[in-house]
């Protein structure tokens, strides 16, 4: 995977995210999963990288990050972790073609609210297609509040594969950099009640709108 011609700067917050080929899985089995966040593990490390949220859904796959290196270590740590990732696919599924459906997409964070709903976003995806449903949709400007939907919840809170469990139940080992949010909204309580608030008909379109080129 080549490396974009977008400037990246230092200290500046960034989504990133890209989907598999013509929408088909880039994560087939636990140990793909477990793999992807090893690497990632390693790699933001060495390129001085940090992840503040993290979500693969399957599909796909959304980072909140940052780096201290102008114009290098973010974009250097997702060349190595995307190569990796499609070679170790491609072979141990014998895959032809692509894994990714072109190039990563990325997009600057730069003020709070786009930066906190961007976080909300990626920690809402084990549940985003459910929410997005016209069945969610209760009347006026908002949904339900995800509080009322138990099943939904424990979808949610339980998904392995994403950040938001880590800011439920942090330990010393997590991949997330936690501090930006925390100091922003409080604590694990702050975290949880910001996150699964009532969604708006207004969120929704932002939903939507984070995934657009």
């Given amino acids: 995977m080549s490396l974009r011609k977008t400037t990246f700067l230092k200290n500046t917050y960034y989504h990133v995210f890209s989907r598999g080929n013509h929408q088909s899985p880039i994560f087939f089995e636990r140990r793909d999963y477990q793999r992807f966040l090893d690497k990632l593990k390693f790699y ?3 390129f001085h990288v940090s992840i503040i949220n993290w979500s693969l859904p399957g599909n796909h796959f959304h980072l909140l990050a940052v780096s201290d290196k102008e114009d290098s270590g973010l974009p250097k740590m997702l060349q190595c972790l ?7 696919i491609s072979l141990k599924r014998s895959l032809p073609g692509h894994l990714f459906g072109g190039p990563f997409k990325v997009k600057p ?8 709903q961007v976080f909300r976003y990626i920690c809402l995806q084990p549940v985003k297609e459910r929410i997005s449903e016209p069945s969610f949709i209760v009347s006026g400007r908002e949904t339900r509040n995800l509080s009322q939907n138990r099943q939904l919840l ?13 800011y ?10 936690k501090e930006p949010i925390f100091t922003l909204l409080g604590d694990t309580s702050g975290v949880r009640r910001f996150v699964e608030a009532k969604i708006t008909r207004d969120d929704l379109l932002e939903f939507d709108a984070l995934e657009r080129p």
């Fill in 168 to 177: 439920l139940n942090p330990t010393k080992d997590d991949l997330s950099s």
């Fill in 82 to 88: 995307l190569n990796s990732h499609a070679h170790y």
């Fill in 44 to 46: 933001k490390d060495q």
């Fill in 154 to 166: 424990k979808e949610l809170r339980s998904f392995a594969w994403g950040g938001y469990r880590e």
């Fill in 109 to 116: 964070v730069l003020d709070e609210p786009s930066f906190l």
